[in-house]
């Protein structure tokens, strides 16, 4: 994630004389990454994913603060505290009812403002939010926006007069139910979402992600409700995904954030609410906290963190981890910070000292003792073999999505009882899961026809096998696709694939896969590629050359209409223990011609000794099949 620190604002909590290009250079030494800077001094900051903490204008000084230092600059974190102020400056008459659910929402604080004047923000504060890329809109809006930039707290304003009944339930959604939120957008929700009715059943807000419009702050607004809270940040992810609503909010909800910040953040909201609306407080502070923050200790052996970073004391490891907010007690054990619920091994605290000790200070040691042995993934191996003697043969690799439409599901009869289907798709064409590449790899084939009328195309990749109450089976196949009538070379193709694998070719086919010839105008050789990997022989087994030369002829048989070749081979070697090798030479109208080796390893064969076998082979092949010998 990445987001936008206008140089000033920063400075408001980091006190430091550091230029710009220092903070940039030294921040992405031990820190988050600074991007680049704009002309108007604008730090644009990648944010891993697992830094919540860091996702804000106060976490990047915080983090600046201690690294600085490290460099020989001078710097500090400005700890600005604030205290709620106005509790006699007037009656507090106004009633809110809150239930809410603490497994869904473990902190809730929440206060009533009356005499509040929706107005254009300070000329310092809507600057502020538009250098760091958010629209400003009113004071009541900028100060929610405000404090989202600033802490990496989302808050949210309802206007206190909409809500019927002055009563908040957080809870649970229903299957199926709507919501319009501020952008306009109606809602269904899948259900199990975390939602807030008012007295009447109304949903006015979508927590976590956006409120709802019938509960928005307008210009004629004068009562509004601050609320500020953390969910369960799984909730929030799913309810954001399965609604297609992203939203910066949402970002920050679904990675977790500290429950120990809610106050002071909360407070200085009330603070700035008053100052810039006029607004009073005129009700008494909610604040459900059910199950307080203890802090989690991690205990960090001084000599594993020596084995990681090189010579370093205790002393230095302290002055290291407390400008980050971490306590050091006797023996390194170490007192995490609420903010930083990331931190939970030995491993995580050596990541952190490491880190601003700076890896460049590391000293490079190379590895003692034996190479460390390596087992490969035979799926691997396999994969990348098949993809390059496939390629090396001639043919092109297809990569196509995982996902099929509900009318390729029709047209190629799967049936939908057996497939996943997504509950959120991008779009209709991506509805399904794939439990077979046929419509895919065909779907490519019809593009390309236009191209080129001789296509040779194979893909390698997962179909999606369903599992009651599971995710699914991903089972890798491999197709390859020819147009026109190719069954010979779909066969002899197969053929060679066995043989890289140290497979015996099978009788039947389908014991490993398929091939076919769909409405006469493409083939298809389609295969288990799983089973071809269970029953590999990547060990080839050494035959020596036999002494004696082997007897060479050729027979040719008449044969019937649409006739299978394959069984009439193997039939005919193992006729008798003398036919070495039988392999089809000749394809013409009705005719099929096979090559036949009789080879013995223990003396030379001649033609009288051979006469009575091909009479054996001749007979067994007429009375078996119905073919004739073609006359010499």
């Known amino acids: 994630m990445n987001i936008l620190v206008p140089d000033s604002w920063l400075r408001e909590y980091l006190k430091t004389k550091a230029t710009p290009s220092q903070i940039k250079e030294y921040l992405s030494l031990c820190g988050p990454s600074v991007e680049r800077i704009t002309k108007d001094r604008v730090y644009e900051i990648e944010i891993t994913s697992n830094r919540p903490d860091s996702m804000s204008i106060f976490g990047v000084a915080r983090e600046a603060a201690a690294i600085l230092p490290r460099f020989g600059i001078p710097a500090k ?23 809410t659910d603490s497994k869904l929402n473990p902190r809730w604080t929440s206060v009533v403002f009356d005499d509040v004047n929706v107005g254009v923000s300070p000329k310092w504060l809507s600057e502020w939010l538009e250098l760091s890329g958010i629209r400003s809109i009113n004071n009541v809006i900028d100060v929610t926006n405000f404090l989202m930039r600033a802490f990496g707290q989302p808050a949210h304003v309802f206007d206190y007069d909409t809500i019927s009944g002055h009563s908040m339930k957080l809870r649970a959604s229903k299957k199926r139910e709507k919501i319009t939120t501020l952008d306009g957008k109606t809602h269904t929700l899948p259900g199990d979402d975390i939602v807030i009715e008012d007295g009447s059943g109304k949903l006015i807000d979508l927590c976590g992600i956006m409120g709802g ?11 509004v409700i601050l609320f500020l809270q953390t969910y369960d940040p799984s909730h929030i992810r799913k309810t954001s995904m399965m609604v297609s609503h992203r939203t910066e909010a949402a970002s920050l909800f679904e990675k977790g954030l500290d429950t120990e910040s809610i106050m002071p953040v909360f407070l200085k909201g009330v603070s700035m609410m008053q100052e810039l609306t006029g607004g009073k407080i005129a009700s008494a502070v909610t604040d459900m906290y059910p199950s307080p923050y203890k802090s989690n200790i991690v205990s960090v052996n001084l000599s594993k963190i020596v084995s990681y970073i090189g010579d370093i004391t205790e002393a230095e490891i302290k002055k290291i981890l407390e400008p980050l907010g971490f306590t050091v007690k006797k023996d390194l054990h ?28 590391i000293t490079s040691t190379l590895p003692k003792g034996e190479l460390p042995m390596t087992i490969q993934n035979p799926m691997l191996f396999w994969e990348e073999e098949t993809k390059i003697r496939l390629r090396d043969w001639g ?26 289907k997504i509950s959120n798709p991008l779009s209709n064409e991506w509805l399904y899961m794939r439990p ?13 026809l236009n191209i ?3 296509l040779k195309l194979f893909e390698l990749s997962f179909v999606y096998e369903l599992r009651q109450n599971d995710l699914p089976l991903e089972k890798p196949m491999l197709i390859v ?34 091939i076919e010839i769909l409405a006469g105008e493409i083939t298809v050789l389609y295969l288990d590629f799983s089973r071809l990997v269970a029953n590999a022989k990547p060990i080839k087994t050494y035959k020596p050359i036999p002494k004696y030369p082997p007897i060479v002829e050729d027979l040719a048989f008449v044969v019937p209409e649409q006739f299978e ?33 009789y080879q013995n390893s223990k003396k030379n064969l001649t033609n009288e000794y051979v006469t009575p076998i091909r009479e054996k082979l001749i007979r067994l092949a007429e009375e078996k099949f119905g073919v004739t010998i073609k006359n010499p």
């Open 452 to 454: 080129r009328e001789d």
């Open 213 to 223: 419009k019938n509960s928005s702050v307008t210009d004629k607004t004068t009562r």
């Open 77 to 99: 974190l400005a700890l600005q505290g604030v205290s709620l102020k106005g509790k006699e400056s007037h009656q507090r008459k106004l009633k809110l009812t809150v239930k």
């Open 565 to 597: 070749v394959g069984p009439l081979i193997a039939l005919l070697k193992k006729a008798h223990p003398l036919v070495f090798h039988v392999s089809l030479l000749d394809v013409h109208g009705s005719m099929r011609t096979f090559h036949i080796e």
């Open 481 to 514: 696709v020819w147009t026109g009538k190719k069954y010979p070379e779909a066969k002899g193709l197969a053929e060679a694939l066995f043989d890289v694998f140290g497979i015996p070719f099978p009788e039947a086919i389908k014991e490993y896969g398929s």
């Open 436 to 448: 077979s590449l046929l419509p895919s790899v065909l779907s490519a084939v019809k593009q390309n």
């Open 395 to 420: 043919y092109t690799e297809l990569l196509t999505y995982s996902m099929i439409s509900e009318e390729q599901m029709d047209t190629f009869v799967l049936d939908k009882s057996k497939a996943y």
């Open 334 to 361: 170490v007192v995490v910070p609420s903010f930083r619920r990331d931190v939970t091994l030995d491993v995580d605290i050596i990541e952190e000292i490491a880190r601003i000790y700076g890896y460049h200070n």
